[in-house]
């Protein structure tokens, strides 16, 4: 976690095997894919516009139809003759009764009506200013139709329903512009390449106008929801990430939004955030400048699960950044929150907290000061005690990176903290790498306690706890490098002949060292 040159240089004094800024990087792609999985029902990719009555419409801004007429059924083959009709009130009609199939709760015909060729009569339709009721319910059926399967998007794409829907997101009846801005959405939550198509064609502009020139207040809250939700989809999705242009110039409005007072604008501006930082320290830059963060920090305390899991995690994604963006977060008095988080009733509240943290204390000494300061190192023993596992895996990510980066006092500390007793009763997982980890915080600890003198108390209190049996059982382990770093500490640390050479002792290089040995030595006994 560092900037430029520095980084490599610092990490790879500060971190031991496998813990550069690339494994840095892995570990948020790798705690990403859980992300995924738990936020489906937080933020949604595509979404369709159902009926919940089979004659009422469920735009939010459209009200019943007084002179609609009852319900009738109509085929595939009813609805391709009204549409190619000469007679605009056939292809109303014929239209409407597309839009009512596909809002159907369950199977909705998309496949029938795509092989019927029906796509480029209603993007033609939407371009017929003069009937407003055609437009809005062909951009109605082509919503659904682009919340299907890529393929299924492909389709209302390759028929130039973009720009089409970009010219009606400005349309002047709100019900009609509210449509196509969510069929923008869906095109664009489709991937990276259909969002950036939308955002070449104009799509931001009409978006960003509308929220530029009202009172955020005044727009009706489901046409608001709409707008932000069709932004956060033009954040979304990596490789590639959105243009930085775009991104700098959805910024001002995003931090509008965050200061909303409806909970899904800003849990959708949130997830937006949190698209936006899982990117290059660039990308976070450009985030960091806007300022985001003091608004990000404040949401912590909103109380509102779909609020606090996208701003967490948009904080520890700028937390991965350099140790100046890292820097601004702790500034924001983001520490005094953890302690709720780490104990919060929600477990992956607890986790993306630990997360979030491990990569701080993957920080400059002074930045692990401020964890201690605020309380911190008890907890995350409580959490190595008795968390659950996904929890005390980033508990242990955070301690072995404090033990990586931080000063004589600082680990004296952690020990006192009585850290050694429950992170070695985690070696019996099955989990290597942790193993591998927990390994390197040991490690570190031994050679602190070497350079200090204080090597012997600590061997007893490893012993003591019964972290020794479990290390030497590590030797007989079938992972050939967990093998090597158990047999590594024994021979060094707890052999008869423990003479310590240099190799064991951590080496000054300029201003940067592992640690700092006072000339009174005898001040850091644990």
Same mark, same amino acid.
């Given at each position: 976690?560092?900037?430029?040159?520095?980084?490599?240089? !610092?990490?790879?004094?500060?971190?031991?095997?496998?813990?550069d800024a690339n494994e840095l990087r892995r570990r948020r792609a790798e705690v990403n894919v859980e992300l995924r999985k738990a936020k489906k029902e937080d933020q949604?990719?595509?979404?369709?516009?159902?009926?919940?009555?089979?004659?009422?419409?469920?735009?939010?801004?459209?009200?019943?139809?007084?002179?609609?007429?009852?319900?009738?059924?109509?085929?595939?083959?009813?609805?391709?003759?009204?549409?190619?009709?000469?007679?605009?009130?056939?292809?109303?009609?014929?239209?409407?009764?597309?839009?009512?199939?596909?809002? @159907?709760? $369950?199977?909705?015909?998309?496949?029938?009506?795509?092989?019927?060729?029906?796509?480029?009569?209603?993007?033609?339709?939407?371009?017929?200013?003069?009937?407003?009721?055609?437009?809005?319910?062909?951009?109605?059926?082509?919503?659904?139709?682009?919340?299907?399967?890529?393929?299924?998007?492909?389709?209302?794409?390759?028929?130039?329903?973009?720009?089409?829907?970009?010219?009606?997101?400005?349309?002047?009846?709100?019900?009609?512009?509210?449509?196509?801005?969510?069929?923008?959405?869906?095109?664009?939550?489709?991937?990276?390449?259909? @969002?950036?198509?939308?955002? $070449?064609?104009?799509?931001?502009?009409?978006?960003?106008?509308?929220?530029?020139?009202?009172?955020?207040?005044?727009?009706?809250?489901?046409?608001?929801?709409?707008?932000?939700?069709?932004?956060?989809?033009?954040? !979304?999705?990596?490789?590639?990430a959105p243009p930085l242009s775009a991104v700098q110039q959805v910024l001002p409005a995003l931090l509008r939004l965050l200061q909303h007072d409806d909970m899904e604008?800003?849990?959708?501006?949130?997830?937006?955030?949190?698209?936006?930082?899982?990117?290059?320290?660039?990308?976070?830059?450009?985030?960091?400048?806007?300022?985001?963060?003091?608004?990000?920090?404040?949401?912590?305390?909103?109380?509102?699960?779909?609020?606090?899991?996208?701003?967490?995690?948009?904080?520890?994604?700028?937390?991965?950044?350099?140790?100046?963006?890292?820097?601004?977060?702790?500034?924001?008095?983001?520490?005094?929150?953890?302690?709720?988080?780490? @104990?919060?009733?929600?477990?992956?509240?607890?986790?993306?907290?630990?997360?979030?943290?491990?990569?701080?204390?993957?920080?400059?000494?002074?930045?692990?000061?401020?964890?201690?300061?605020?309380?911190?190192?008890?907890?995350?023993?409580?959490?190595?005690?008795?968390?659950?596992?996904?929890?005390?895996?980033?508990?242990?990510?955070?301690?072995?990176?404090?033990?990586?980066?931080?000063?004589?006092q600082q680990m004296a500390y952690l020990v006192q903290c009585n850290v050694l007793e429950p992170l070695l009763r985690l070696l019996t997982v099955k989990d290597n790498?942790?193993?591998?980890?927990?390994?390197?915080?040991?490690?570190?600890?031994?050679?602190?306690?070497?350079?200090?003198?204080?090597?012997?108390?600590?061997? %007893?209190?490893?012993?003591?706890?019964?972290? %020794?049996?479990?290390?030497?059982?590590?030797?007989?382990?079938?992972?050939?490098?967990?093998?090597?770093?158990?047999?590594?500490?024994?021979?060094?640390?707890?052999?008869?002949?423990?003479?310590?050479?240099?190799?064991?002792?951590?080496?000054?290089?300029?201003? @940067?060292?592992?640690?700092?040995?006072?000339?009174?030595?005898?001040?850091?006994?644990?």
């Open positions: 976690m560092s900037a430029g040159n520095e980084s490599g240089a !610092r990490l790879s004094q500060f971190k031991n095997k496998g813990k949604i990719l595509k979404r369709r516009n159902v009926q919940t009555l089979s004659d009422e419409p469920t735009s939010p801004l459209q009200e019943k139809d007084p002179n609609a007429q009852p319900y009738q059924h109509w085929s595939v083959e009813d609805i391709v003759a009204g549409v190619n009709n000469q007679n605009p009130e056939h292809q109303l009609q014929a239209t409407q009764a597309t839009r009512k199939l596909l809002s @159907r709760e $369950k199977c909705p015909p998309i496949d029938s009506i795509i092989a019927a060729g029906l796509i480029p009569r209603f993007v033609s339709f939407l371009a017929l200013s003069e009937c407003p009721p055609i437009q809005f319910e062909a951009a109605w059926a082509l919503t659904n139709i682009a919340s299907g399967t890529s393929e299924q998007t492909t389709v209302v794409v390759e028929g130039g329903a973009i720009p089409a829907f970009i010219n009606l997101a400005s349309s002047s009846h709100l019900h009609i512009s509210e449509q196509a801005i969510w069929a923008l959405g869906n095109i664009a939550g489709d991937g990276p390449n259909y @969002r950036d198509l939308v955002i $070449k064609h104009g799509g931001l502009e009409p978006l960003l106008s509308l929220l530029e020139s009202s009172d955020l207040h005044a727009l009706p809250p489901h046409y608001l929801r709409n707008i932000t939700w069709t932004l956060s989809n033009l954040c !979304r999705n990596k490789n590639p604008v800003v849990a959708d501006t949130c997830w937006a955030m949190c698209y936006l930082t899982d990117d290059s320290n660039e990308r976070i830059e450009v985030v960091v400048q806007a300022g985001f963060v003091p608004c990000l920090v404040q949401l912590l305390t909103c109380g509102e699960l779909p609020i606090m899991t996208p701003a967490l995690r948009s904080l520890g994604n700028i937390v991965t950044g350099t140790v100046k963006q890292t820097q601004c977060v702790l500034d924001a008095g983001v520490l005094m929150m953890f302690p709720n988080l780490l @104990r919060h009733q929600k477990s992956n509240i607890q986790k993306e907290a630990a997360w979030a943290l491990s990569n701080i204390t993957a920080g400059k000494d002074y930045q692990i000061q401020e964890v201690i300061n605020a309380g911190l190192i008890p907890i995350l023993v409580e959490i190595l005690q008795q968390g659950e596992y996904k929890i005390q895996k980033e508990a242990v990510w955070a301690i072995t990176n404090y033990t990586s980066g931080g000063t004589v790498k942790i193993i591998l980890v927990i390994l390197d915080a040991v490690l570190n600890i031994l050679q602190m306690a070497c350079k200090t003198g204080d090597l012997e108390r600590v061997c %007893l209190m490893i012993e003591e706890s019964g972290g %020794l049996d479990l290390i030497e059982a590590l030797q007989t382990h079938d992972n050939e490098a967990v093998y090597k770093s158990s047999l590594n500490i024994i021979d060094r640390f707890f052999s008869e002949d423990n003479d310590v050479d240099d190799a064991v002792v951590p080496q000054s290089d300029g201003d @940067r060292y592992a640690f700092q040995v006072p000339e009174d030595q005898s001040s850091f006994q644990f």
